[in-house]
Each structure stands twice: as C-alpha cells, then as structure tokens.
C-alpha cells in the first residue's frame, strides 16, 4: 500500500538528526540520521535503533471551510529551501480515546483553535500528519514538519502556543526529533 510509511532511525537517509528532545514521557534513542521510507519496515534493519511505521489517511476533523483556507495556503512537502525537518511523534491518552469524534473535534477546533492557529504559520511550514494507533504503534501520530531555517522561531512560537491549549492536556507522550536535510543522501 503506497500511504503506509516507516522513520528508520539509523545510520542513513536524507535528514541528519540535530536533536531528539523528549517533551513529555520518554524520548527516542540517538542516532545519526533518519530515513523516511514509503513502505512498511517490519524490522529495525541493521545499525539502525528504531522504526516507526504511520500510514497516511483521510481528514477526521477538518470541515469542508477549514479544508478550503488549507488547501489554498498549504505548501508541498520537499521545497528546496525547506532545509529543516521536525519529526514530532505524539501519543494522545485514554481518556482523549474514549470520547466521542464530536467531544473530540470540539477540543481540538473550537476550544483550542489548531487549525486556526496552525493556519497562521502556512505557507512557511509544510506538514504532513500520519496516524499509527491504529498499527499497535508506541505512538498515535507521527506529525511531520518542513521549514527554511528563518521560520525556526516562527515554528518554536507554534509550538508553545500548541502546548498552552487543552487539546494538550491529553498528550502524554511528544518527542521532537530536529532534522537538518543532508548534502549526501547516506553515510
Ligand atoms: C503548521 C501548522 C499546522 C496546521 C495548519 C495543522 C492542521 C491540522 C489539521 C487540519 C488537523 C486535522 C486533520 C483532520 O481533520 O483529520 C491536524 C491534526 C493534528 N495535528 Fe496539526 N496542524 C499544524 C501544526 C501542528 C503541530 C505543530 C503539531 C504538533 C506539535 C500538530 C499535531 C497534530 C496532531 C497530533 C493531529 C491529530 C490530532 C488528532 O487526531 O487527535 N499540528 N492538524
């Protein structure tokens, strides 16, 4: 299936590793470089110490007027000027889980204003959001990030705003996994 996809943590791939900053509960072992694979990865291949598997999927909260303002400003992943990568795997808790889709969307839009926020900071940041509860995976989302290195403290405000709502009182696992994009596609 071409939306399923692996974050190989390793030795090679396209983005070297600045930084993994667990922000709440564990973090990830250090390695050199993580490659972003279109395909299942069912073992951490040789000299590397991690996959995460995602798969790619259709919108669950955003309706049809927010997915017209996004569609409108949203940049394309792989812009030459993109530099910087941020890999934020996320897990979100029990209780977030056991509400219903319309409790849910209500926290996440109407009481936190994500897309509303996040809006503001496009087209400078390109993202893609990949889901993987569904897989048994450590984490619920893989949210994926690109940027020119001048919108770095654009994108750190972002994320403080983004913590400071109450959709983040349900987060109860966030790593940061900084990437600067490599000259050389592997070691
Ligand atoms: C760059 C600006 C951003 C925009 C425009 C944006 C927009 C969105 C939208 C529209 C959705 C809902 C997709 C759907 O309806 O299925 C979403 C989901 C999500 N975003 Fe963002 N976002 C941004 C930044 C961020 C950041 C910085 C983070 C993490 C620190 C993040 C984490 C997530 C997560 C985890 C979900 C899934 C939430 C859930 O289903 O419970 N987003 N985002």
Redesign the pocket.
């Given at each position: 299936m071409d939306n399923r996809y692996s974050f190989v943590g390793g030795d090679r791939g396209t983005w070297r590793v600045a930084e993994i900053r667990a922000i709440v509960g564990d973090g990830l072992a250090a390695v050199d470089r993580v490659d972003v694979v279109n395909q299942a990865v069912a073992e951490v291949p040789p000299n590397s110490r991690w996959v995460l598997q995602s798969f790619t999927s259709n919108?669950?909260?955003?309706k049809r007027d927010?997915i017209t303002q996004?569609r409108a400003v949203?940049p394309s992943l792989n812009r030459s000027e993109a530099a910087i990568a941020v890999l934020?795997p996320?897990k979100?808790n029990a209780q977030?889980w056991a509400m219903a889709q319309d409790e849910?969307r209500a926290i996440?839009e109407e009481q936190s204003h994500?897309?509303a926020t996040?809006?503001e900071?496009?087209p400078q940041?390109a993202?893609q959001?990949h889901h993987c509860r569904d897989l048994g995976e450590p984490f619920d989302?893989l949210?994926w990030?690109e940027f020119a290195p001048e919108h770095t403290q654009a994108f750190n405000e972002?994320?403080m705003r983004?913590r400071d709502t109450k959709e983040w009182n349900y987060v109860e696992c966030e790593v940061e996994v900084w990437l600067h994009r490599a000259l050389e596609r592997s070691l």
């Amino acid at each position: 299936m071409d939306n399923r996809y692996s974050f190989v943590g390793g030795d090679r791939g396209t983005w070297r590793v600045a930084e993994i900053r667990a922000i709440v509960g564990d973090g990830l072992a250090a390695v050199d470089r993580v490659d972003v694979v279109n395909q299942a990865v069912a073992e951490v291949p040789p000299n590397s110490r991690w996959v995460l598997q995602s798969f790619t999927s259709n919108i669950r909260y955003a309706k049809r007027d927010e997915i017209t303002q996004l569609r409108a400003v949203q940049p394309s992943l792989n812009r030459s000027e993109a530099a910087i990568a941020v890999l934020i795997p996320i897990k979100k808790n029990a209780q977030w889980w056991a509400m219903a889709q319309d409790e849910r969307r209500a926290i996440f839009e109407e009481q936190s204003h994500h897309t509303a926020t996040g809006l503001e900071y496009l087209p400078q940041v390109a993202r893609q959001l990949h889901h993987c509860r569904d897989l048994g995976e450590p984490f619920d989302f893989l949210t994926w990030f690109e940027f020119a290195p001048e919108h770095t403290q654009a994108f750190n405000e972002l994320l403080m705003r983004m913590r400071d709502t109450k959709e983040w009182n349900y987060v109860e696992c966030e790593v940061e996994v900084w990437l600067h994009r490599a000259l050389e596609r592997s070691l």
